[in-house]
C-alpha cells in the first residue's frame, strides 16, 4: 500500500523558534497533501489543503503566516510552525492522496509530536 | 453543511465479545464514508471505506460496517474482538476531492 512518512516524529523546542515537518509520499505521487492538528483526546481538524505547485488553501481560523506550507513536489510537503508558542504543541499529521486515482483514499503519515517549552 | 456524530465516546468490550461502533452522519448530498483505526501515537490507518455499491462493507483486521442511507449511519461492527484492538476508531464523510471531516472519535478498550 501506499506509504507516507513524516520527520521528525517528535520535537521540542523553545519559544518563539520555528519548527519544520516534512510530509512525504514514498512510493506514489501526492497531488494533493493535508494538514491536521489533533489535540489529545480529540479528533482531527483539517488545517490546510496544498496541491503541489501552488499555494496551499488554509481553513477558516488557522493563520497562515504561523503555518506555512509548501508543496514543492508530487512527493514532499512541508509545514513551518513560526515563532512557536506552547499553545502549538500538538500532535501534527499529514495526508497524502493522488487525485488523478479516483479512489477518495488518503494515506496519513504517522504524525508529529510538537511540544514548545 | 456536513457534520459526523459518533454516538459513543468510550466503548469498553472484553475480548471475544461482538462490538458495533456507532456513526450518523448528516449531509444534503451524497457523500463517501470512511472508518479509521488509531493508535497510540501514530497516525491513522484505513479500515474500511463506502463509495458506492453493496452497502456492506469489509475491511481490514475482520471489521466491517453497513451503509444505511434512510437511517444516514454507517455503524463499524466486529463479530469477535481481540485485546489488539484497542485504539481509537474514527469515522468520517468525504463529498469527493478528498475534503474529509472526522468524527469525535470512539476509544474501543478490549478488556481481557
Known amino acids: 500500500g501506499a506509504v507516507v512518512s513524516q520527520h521528525p516524529s517528535r520535537v521540542i523546542c523553545k519559544s518563539g523558534t520555528s519548527v519544520k515537518i516534512e510530509c512525504r509520499s514514498l512510493d506514489f505521487q501526492a497531488t494533493t497533501m493535508f494538514w491536521y492538528r489533533q489535540f489529545p483526546k480529540q479528533s482531527l481538524m483539517l488545517m490546510a489543503t496544498?496541491?503541489?505547485?501552488?499555494?496551499?488553501?488554509?481553513e477558516q481560523g488557522v493563520e497562515k503566516d504561523k503555518f506555512l506550507i509548501n508543496h514543492a513536489s508530487l512527493t514532499l510537503s512541508t509545514l513551518t510552525v513560526t515563532s512557536a508558542h506552547p499553545e502549538d504543541s500538538s500532535f501534527y499529521i499529514c495526508?497524502?492522496?493522488?487525485?488523478?486515482?479516483?479512489?477518495?483514499?488518503?494515506?496519513f503519515g504517522p504524525g508529529t509530536r510538537l511540544l514548545v517549552l | 453543511a456536513q457534520s459526523v456524530t459518533q454516538l459513543d465516546s468510550q466503548v469498553p468490550v472484553f475480548e471475544e465479545a461482538p462490538v458495533e461502533l456507532r456513526c450518523n452522519y448528516s449531509?444534503?448530498?451524497?457523500?463517501?464514508l470512511f472508518w479509521y483505526v488509531q493508535y497510540p501515537n501514530q497516525g491513522l490507518q484505513l479500515l474500511l471505506k463506502y463509495l458506492s455499491g453493496s452497502t456492506l462493507v469489509k475491511g481490514i483486521n475482520g471489521f466491517e460496517a453497513e451503509f444505511n442511507k434512510s437511517q444516514t449511519s454507517f455503524h463499524l461492527r466486529k463479530p469477535s474482538v481481540h485485546i489488539s484492538d484497542t485504539a481509537e476508531y474514527f469515522c468520517?464523510?468525504?463529498?469527493?476531492?478528498?475534503?474529509?471531516?472526522f468524527g469525535a472519535g470512539t476509544r474501543l478498550f478490549v478488556k481481557a
Open positions: 468520517a464523510v468525504s463529498l469527493g476531492g478528498f475534503k474529509t471531516i
Open positions: 449531509s444534503s448530498v451524497s457523500v463517501y
Open positions: 495526508s497524502a492522496t493522488d487525485s488523478r486515482v479516483p479512489e477518495e483514499t488518503q494515506y
Open positions: 496544498s496541491n503541489e505547485g501552488s499555494k496551499a488553501t488554509y
